[in-house]
T-cell receptor, first 113, second 114 residues
């Protein structure tokens, strides 16, 4: 079965600094990968996704992620953090066997002024 | 286009009671997934319905059940509530079988069991 690993449940970043959230996946087939963001008391919103093609994927709110097959990674970055980026971020991969998305544990991002 | 609608948004129940949560998917979407998001446990898959049938369920006891109606809306029922059932319950709408189409999340129902 496909799965993802996100390390570090809480991530603190200074306003204006680089945001880097790590995601490693496990998949025996070419993966479809997703990043979602969740603001307090809301559902998850799609940030970006990788299916095929270009390995650098650009998403909303200035985020991007790079698919690296050799490292089985799909890390999320944003060059300059904004206070509005404070939220929880989830990496996910399609679990083909169960026909659903498998989510990582999430990263709670805190932006320090 | 209306998004995924969940009701109620919040509710408080007493241990041992029963609760029903409701979800209306995006128009034209036939698949509905339910996830439980309890504090510190991430998103746990509960149930998947497609075309009115239960297609898969996660590792939850039978007191968690649901159904999907002909209009593709869905209900999640939880019987004999326990304190640990306190969580945000998220409904997810998808265009069809195969999540390559992507998920659209509702805003969730916050259930508190006291």
């Amino acid at each position: 079965a496909q799965s993802v690993t996100q390390l570090g449940s809480h991530v603190s970043v200074s306003e204006g600094a680089l945001v880097l959230l790590r995601c490693n996946y496990s998949s025996s087939v070419p993966p479809y990968l997703f990043w979602y963001v969740q603001y307090p008391n809301q559902g998850l919103q799609l940030l970006l996704k990788y299916t095929t093609g270009a390995t650098l994927v650009k998403g909303i709110n200035g985020f991007e992620a790079e698919f690296k097959k050799s490292e089985t990674s799909f890390h999320l970055t944003k060059p300059s953090a904004h206070m509005s980026d404070a939220a929880e971020y989830f990496c996910a991969v399609i679990d083909y066997g169960n026909n659903r998305l498998a989510f990582g544990k999430g990263n709670q991002v805190v932006v320090i002024p | 286009e209306a998004g995924v609608t969940q009701s109620p948004t919040h509710l408080i129940k007493t241990r041992g009671q029963q609760v029903t949560l409701r979800c209306s998917p995006i128009s034209g979407h036939t698949s509905v997934y339910w996830y439980q998001q309890a504090l510190g446990l991430g998103l746990q898959f509960l149930l998947w319905y497609d075309e009115g049938e239960e297609r898969n369920r996660g590792n939850f006891p039978p007191r968690f059940s649901g159904r999907q109606f002909p209009n593709y809306s869905s209900e999640l029922n939880v019987n004999a509530l326990e304190l640990e059932d306190s969580a945000l319950y998220l409904c997810v709408s998808s265009l069809g079988q195969g999540t390559v189409y992507g998920y659209t999340f509702g805003s969730g129902t916050r259930l508190t069991v006291v």
